[in-house]
């Protein structure tokens, strides 16, 4: 098979996935994020396969690793890895792996798929760029409903409102899979620790471009995509 690193448009995303087979694929984990991460990498991130080591670069990172067929098709489709890739997906001699690995995935900024450690990484990050000058680099962070159970999100949360951390942004995908959610609670949690807070339609593309790119002086912020259950 010929490789190839060509864009594709976001309608060739789920023949992109479809590439990928196997076991462990966790389709509803991979495809509840799908629209979320188009977005991004199509009009927010300012990333690219040519800047993987730019200092100036954003940094994303996915913490919701363990469903992410998804994020290695937006990466195909973006040219930071081949097409040819994706049918070797979760095999043992294929760098993409059941959870991405920083190593061998170009444009990947962190090992991930073990639940809550991701916004705690992303606020260090934050921290380790504030510290270095680097003031122009924004730090976003994929998250999952379920992984807000974990405490280490908790003291995530709850320092960098205080912090004032202005370049962190998480984006949480609520597909009703939390134990312990209340209508609204996720975006009320945020807020409570000093967030700027929207929640939106995870399906919506505009809704979505909206709020990413919505301003929030002096303070982090949270867009919590929601998504129908049914829809994954």
């Known amino acids: 098979m010929t490789t190839t690193t060509a864009e594709h448009r976001y309608e060739a995303l789920p023949g992109l996935m479809e590439l990928m087979s196997g076991d462990e694929k966790h389709g509803p984990a991979a495809t509840s994020t799908l629209d979320a991460l188009w977005v991004l990498y199509e009009r927010v991130l300012r990333v690219g396969p040519d800047r993987t080591d730019d200092p100036g670069r954003d940094r994303f990172l996915l913490s919701k690793g363990h469903g992410p067929m998804a994020y290695y098709a937006v990466l195909a489709a973006k040219g930071f890895v081949p097409v040819d890739w994706l049918p070797g997906f979760g095999s043992y001699d294929s760098p993409l792996g059941h959870h991405p690995d920083r190593v061998l995935v170009p444009g990947a900024e962190i090992g991930s798929g073990s639940l809550g450690h991701?916004?705690?990484?992303?606020?260090?990050?934050?921290?380790?760029?504030?510290?270095?000058?680097?003031?122009?680099?924004?730090?976003?962070?994929?998250?999952?409903?379920?992984?807000?159970?974990?405490?280490?999100?908790?003291?995530?949360?709850?320092?960098?409102?205080?912090?004032?951390?202005?370049?962190?942004?998480?984006?949480?995908?609520?597909?009703?899979?939390?134990?312990?959610?209340?209508?609204?609670?996720?975006?009320?949690?945020?807020?409570?620790?000093g967030w700027s807070a929207e929640t939106v339609d995870g399906r919506d593309h505009e809704a979505l471009y909206a709020a990413f790119t919505a301003p929030h002086p002096g303070r982090p912020r949270v867009i919590v995509a929601q998504v129908e259950p049914k829809d994954d």
């Open 118 to 193: 991701g916004l705690p990484i992303a606020v260090g990050t934050a921290l380790g760029l504030r510290a270095q000058g680097l003031d122009d680099p924004q730090v976003w962070v994929l998250v999952g409903d379920a992984e807000l159970d974990e405490g280490s999100n908790h003291e995530a949360i709850a320092y960098a409102g205080p912090a004032g951390l202005d370049r962190l942004h998480t984006v949480v995908i609520d597909n009703s899979s939390a134990s312990y959610a209340r209508p609204g609670g996720i975006a009320a949690r945020f807020e409570a620790a």
